[in-house]
Structures are given as structure tokens and as C-alpha cells.
């Protein structure tokens, strides 16, 4: 079993930055894969950026050049980091992990990005 808790939504302005972080309840090294995805109203949840267990890193392109997915091992902690937020990246944030093919969501965290 895999326990996520995510946090760091916010209300903020076009062209703000915020940063989400998703504490993980076991050794962050022994997951294969973490990411984070989005699911807006009336859309289908996506891909944001995934992170592998060497570190490789992906991004939809969407979030190419914007956001960075990172982790602290010591934390047991994945972070995305979010710059030059744009109304279209409103959103509930969603924090996965995959262990042996079974995958686990966090809750989700509200970001809501205002013109």
C-alpha cells in the first residue's frame, strides 16, 4: 500500500508560480514511477510530468519549459514546481505512484489560476 497527501493549491494570478508537493508514506526509491496529473471540469484527467525511479523526467508539452517535477529522497517527497501559470492550468492536481504495475492517487489539491 501506497499512501499520497498532496498539498500546495492555491488561488493565484496568470503569471504566478506555485509549488506542490506530495509526501509519499514509504521509501520514495522503491516506487518505479511518480507523477502528477491534472483534471480540469469536463475534461479527462492528463498527464502533467512524470518522474522515473533513476530520475528521468517527462513532460506534457503543455508543461514543457513551465513546470519541473523534482523529489527529496530524504523527504520521501515529489514536488512540481509551477512558473508562468496560465487560466488553462486550472485544475485538481493529482499526485500518482506506480509499485509493480498497481498504481496509487493522492486526494488532489485545488489550483486555480485567475485572468
Known amino acids: 500500500q501506497v499512501q499520497l497527501v498532496e498539498s500546495g493549491g492555491d488561488l493565484v494570478q496568470a503569471g504566478g508560480s506555485l509549488r506542490l508537493s506530495c509526501v509519499v508514506s514509504?521509501?520514495?526509491?522503491?516506487?518505479?514511477?511518480m507523477g502528477w496529473y491534472r483534471q480540469a471540469p469536463g475534461k479527462q484527467r492528463e498527464l502533467v510530468a512524470r518522474?522515473?525511479?533513476?530520475?528521468?523526467?517527462n513532460y506534457a508539452d503543455s508543461a514543457k519549459g513551465r513546470f519541473t517535477i523534482s523529489r527529496d529522497n530524504a523527504k520521501n517527497t515529489v514536488y512540481l514546481q509551477m512558473n508562468s501559470l496560465k487560466p488553462e492550468d486550472t485544475a485538481v492536481y493529482y499526485c500518482?505512484?506506480?509499485?509493480?504495475?498497481?498504481?496509487?492517487w493522492g486526494q488532489g489539491t485545488q489550483v486555480t489560476v485567475s485572468s
Open positions: 518522474i522515473s525511479q533513476s530520475g528521468n523526467t
Open positions: 500518482a505512484a506506480s509499485v509493480d504495475g498497481i498504481g496509487y
Open positions: 514509504r521509501n520514495i526509491l522503491s516506487i518505479d514511477a
